[in-house]
């Protein structure tokens, strides 16, 4: 079965600080992987995605995420967090050769704490 | 340019009831998503349109389920006899579907269904 978990569903953080927020897949193959952030009221909106190539994918906003295939996981990390990161999270996963279906994870909520 | 829009906003309704979703994707965006978030759950995946190309129902819960694309472009969401474990957010994604990789997809604000 191919699944998507975040095992965080609540992240603090101080400004400033380093964040990382988890994700760890199982999908047959190589994946293709995004994040996606949802901010209060608003729809999802893409940060980054994994397709091939380098396992380290810059995004927006100053994101960036590892794709480690040993570990299966591609964590999303910022080096100084901003009050305004605050909020949602989405990891998401295709497999290459598992037809068109993307399995999104339960979401972990960010709080960037002044 | 104009994003994925998505109607109504919000949508209450009766056990029982037929409720029809509508999303607008971004123009000339061949491909199409439907999916439900229901609280505390990630996204569920439903259904995704590709051009001309026949639907992947695989992700519709029953048959009571249903969505159409006409022309290309609007899609309709049908959710017959609305029963409560209905009640989600259901949210549109379009995307450019050009090439084999899967493309970003930009999401509408999607449609809030209660079922009373």
């Known amino acids: 079965a191919q699944s998507v978990a975040q095992p965080e569903d609540q992240v603090n953080v101080a400004e400033g600080n380093p964040l990382t927020v988890k994700c760890t897949y199982s999908v047959s193959g190589n994946p293709y992987l995004f994040w996606y952030v949802q901010y209060p009221n608003r729809g999802l909106q893409f940060l980054l995605k994994y397709i091939t190539g380098d396992n380290l994918v810059k995004g927006s906003y100053g994101f960036e995420a590892e794709f480690n295939k040993s570990q299966t996981s591609f964590h999303l990390k910022k080096p100084s967090a901003l009050v305004s990161d605050s909020a949602l999270y989405f990891c998401a996963v295709r497999g290459r050769n598992t037809g068109n279906q993307f399995y999104f994870g339960t979401g972990t909520s960010l709080t960037v704490i002044p | 340019g104009a994003g994925v829009s998505q109607s109504p906003s919000n949508k209450v309704t009766e056990k029982g009831k037929d409720v029809e979703l509508r999303c607008d994707p971004i123009?000339?965006?061949?491909?199409l998503y439907w999916y439900r978030q229901s609280l505390g759950q990630g996204l569920e995946f439903l259904i995704y349109f590709q051009g001309n190309s026949a639907p992947d129902k695989s992700g519709l819960p029953s048959d009571r389920f249903s969505a159409e694309r006409t022309g290309g472009s609007v899609s309709t969401l049908t959710i017959q006899r609305t029963q409560q474990e209905d009640s989600a957010v259901y949210l549109c994604?379009?995307?450019?579907?050009?090439?084999?990789?899967?493309?970003?997809?930009?999401f509408g604000p999607g449609t809030r269904l209660t079922v009373l």
């Open positions: 123009s000339g965006h061949t491909a």
């Open positions: 994604a379009s995307s450019p579907g050009v090439g084999r990789a899967p493309d970003t997809q930009y």
